[in-house]
């Protein structure tokens, strides 16, 4: 969101903060790739990262060369813990069900950016869309519907209050 503030198109999963985001400035002037958060759960019970792995050529080609070594020169195994959490202990954020969805909306991010005229509207409208999230509004809404709190007067609204009585 401060990114968006200040004039960054955000590419980024479809949770809870980018999708207030894209009903703020609309899904055109972002890029959003991968499951919803409905998807994510109705795939819990069957979901295989393996599929991915065997189906997707540029996911297999991305952790070949992860699990070859050629990221990690004279330090053999270092990603491993990364290849075991995406295959053998079966992917729980389903990282691997995103990925070619974030390569394509990679692409389209750089075809849209040979668009001078397109990428700056997106940006004018991400910063004029960011109003709601300022930090005032955000920590004013926490207050009252998570914390439960009331604001506190100080000595100087106090004063203001006692003056316009």
């Not at 930090?135 to 100080?154: F, G, H, K, L, N």
Request: glycine share 8%; charged share 20%; with cysteine.
């Amino acid at each position: 969101m401060k990114f968006m503030m200040n004039g960054a198109l955000t590419i980024g999963t479809r949770d809870g903060a980018t999708v207030e985001m894209a009903e703020a400035v609309g899904e055109e002037n972002m890029f959003l790739f991968g499951l919803t958060a409905s998807q994510v759960e109705q795939s819990r019970g069957w979901y295989n990262p393996y599929w991915h792995y065997q189906n997707e050529p540029e996911t297999r080609a991305a952790l070949d060369l992860i699990s070859s070594g050629h990221f990690n020169p004279g330090e053999a195994g270092v990603f491993d813990p990364i290849l075991d959490v995406l295959l053998a202990k079966g992917d729980f954020y389903l990282h691997l069900a995103d990925l070619h969805s974030y390569s394509e909306v990679h692409a389209r991010l750089g075809h849209f950016y040979l668009n001078p005229e397109a990428w700056a509207r997106a940006v004018v409208l991400n910063v004029a869309s960011s109003g709601p999230f300022s930090s005032d509004r955000t920590i004013a809404q926490y207050a009252t519907e998570i914390w439960d709190v009331v604001p506190c007067p100080t000595t100087e609204s106090a004063r203001a209050v006692e003056g316009a009585s």
